[in-house]
């Protein structure tokens, strides 16, 4: 089918949380706790993005991911850029992105090792709306109290650089040889395409936009670069079934799409280069 309604996987996490977002069931009082929300495809295969939700409550881990070369050496399909949409942020509520001043590989192994990574990277103050774009090899954690919409190039890869302290085991070779540790520079800045619809990454791992669009037409998906649909308020229709806030739709090849007039939703697609009159 052109248009298909990803499967969903509640994935517990001890930074989770019991109260998730509209459009998912909140977790039962006494059942542990979920942090992330995957889409995956029903029959299993792994397409090159994959979507999900995360709810925190604690920091994640100060992290990195490698990229397509690294992570190719070592068996994997491919690297891992990914990207943040913030839904809704506790007040006070950080990320950490980049370092605070440039450091050499033994200065971030040593940091990691004594627990002083934590004050050396970036914890920046984040709202809802916020978005964030973070190429591999960017040092990055998530702190507390979000909700955020991550949507990423398709593979289980983290390497742990600290844990604030828990048994979690950690990767220091393999995370210090793939980071760059440096401050964060924005290489992506949104900008609007059309009315309605901004354009939040153009590649080089994927494309992200946000519509905030409404109508009736036929949303047009090349062979070799199918869309990802993901509501984040209103809906409408896909190919006539419903499109609704906590769903995402795989969709690889030209579908019907009929949009509500107070639709909010985030448009996936792998590699680089916008798609001009992607829907008309």
């Known amino acids: 089918m052109p248009a298909t309604r990803l499967a969903t996987k509640r994935v517990e996490k001890p930074w989770g949380r019991h109260d998730l977002w509209p459009g998912f ?74 370092t605070l001043d440039v450091m050499n590989p033994d200065e971030l192994r040593a940091s990691a090792l004594d627990g002083s990574i934590e004050a050396k990277v970036n ?36 390497y742990r650089l600290y844990d604030y302290g828990s048994d979690r085991e950690l990767h220091l070779d393999d995370g210090v040889a ?40 036929t949303l047009h998906v090349a062979a070799d670069r199918p869309v990802w649909l993901i509501p984040l308020a209103g809906g409408g229709t896909v190919d006539g079934a419903p499109l609704e806030a906590g769903g995402v739709w795989l969709a690889d090849g030209d579908v019907a799409l009929s949009l509500a ?14 798609v001009r009159n992607i829907w008309s």
């Open 178 to 217: 793939v980071s760059n540790p440096v401050p964060y520079v924005a290489t992506h800045v949104p900008m609007e395409a059309e009315a309605g619809r901004t354009v939040l990454a153009d590649g080089p791992a994927f494309v992200l936009e946000r519509w905030a669009r409404s109508g009736e037409g």
């Open 261 to 274: 007039h107070d639709t909010d939703m985030l448009v996936a697609y792998a590699g680089a280069g916008v």
């Open 25 to 98: 069931g909140d977790v039962a009082e006494g059942a542990p706790a979920v942090g992330e929300i995957w889409f995956e495809a029903a029959d299993g295969t792994s397409p090159e993005l994959l979507i999900k939700y995360l709810f925190t409550s604690d920091k994640l881990s100060i992290q990195v991911h490698p990229d397509d070369e690294q992570a190719r050496a070592r068996g994997y399909p491919r690297g891992k850029d990914e990207s943040w949409v913030v839904l809704a942020a506790d007040p006070h509520a950080t990320i950490a992105i980049g």
């Open 123 to 158: 914890w920046r103050a984040v709202k809802a709306g916020d978005f964030y774009y973070t190429p591999a090899g960017t040092i990055h954690a998530i702190g507390p109290g979000l909700t955020v919409v991550e949507v990423q190039q398709n593979v289980d890869l983290t």
